[in-house]
């Protein structure tokens, strides 16, 4: 258990419906993140937050929406996906140290999502 | 830029027998790294961290790594493998930017054999 939870575990989802991934942190951190795990591929970063305000952005496609309401939870809301976006979402939290940079991240056990 | 390359994308070994996983890494600075270990279906676990201290780093489950700076190399070690350690394992590099940004290597699956 690191502190981070990701809801729903698993997710199957049609071309055409509407989802969304939800984060919870109780560690304190204020800044978040989402990772995205594909096959055969290093993770990627999607999404960073810190202090609730969006700080980077890789190059998503827009069918991924992150919203950030507050330093505890993080949501990334799905529409119009493609099968090629089923992959193991990943959620992750860090904090810096009195001024210092961020230093681990910790991870939730993530989102296995299917888009059929 | 920062980057990590893990040299082996896969390591079988022997119960009992030591482990070795390589990891080189590119860096502008000194570095922050990390060995993560992610099991079947589950999330990233944190095995251990180097941020300029010590060079030899211990970390959980008997892991240790070894911080070069002339060889730029962070290579993970065990002594002796359980059959437990059969995993994928990051070798992560943290960006240059204060959001903390992770940059991960490809992975190396490690498989012990009884």
């Known amino acids: 258990e690191t502190g981070v939870t990701q809801t729903p575990r698993h997710l199957v989802m049609g071309m055409t419906n509407k989802k969304s991934l939800k984060c919870e942190q109780h560690?304190?951190?204020?800044?978040m993140y989402w990772y995205k795990q594909s096959a055969k591929k290093p993770l990627e970063l999607m999404f960073v937050?810190?202090?609730?305000?969006?700080?980077e952005n890789n190059s998503v496609p827009s069918r991924f929406s992150p919203e950030c309401p507050n330093s505890s939870h993080l949501f990334l809301h799905l529409h119009t996906l493609q099968p090629e976006d089923s992959a193991l979402y990943l959620c992750?939290?860090?904090?810096?140290?009195?001024?210092?940079?961020?230093?681990?991240?910790?991870f939730g056990q993530g989102t296995r999502l299917t888009v059929v | 830029a920062q980057s990590v390359t893990q040299l082996d994308s896969h390591v079988s070994v022997s119960e009992g027998t030591p482990v070795l996983l390589r990891c080189n890494y590119s860096?502008?600075?000194?570095?922050?790294l990390f060995w993560y270990v992610q099991h079947p279906n589950k999330g990233l676990q944190l095995l251990l961290k180097y941020t300029s201290a010590a060079t030899l780093v211990k970390g959980i489950n008997g892991f240790e790594a070894e911080f070069k700076k002339s060889e730029t190399s962070f290579h993970l070690t065990k002594p002796s493998a359980h059959m437990s350690d059969a995993a994928e394992y990051f070798c992560?590099?943290?960006?240059?930017?204060?959001?903390?940004?992770?940059?991960f290597g490809q992975g190396t699956t490690l498989q012990v054999k009884p």
């Open positions: 992560v590099v943290r960006g240059s930017s204060n959001t903390g940004k992770l940059i």
């Open positions: 992750a939290s860090s904090q810096p140290s009195l001024g210092q940079r961020p230093t681990e991240a910790f």
């Open positions: 860096s502008s600075y000194s570095p922050s």
């Open positions: 937050y810190s202090l609730e305000e969006r700080v």
């Open positions: 560690l304190g951190h204020n800044a």
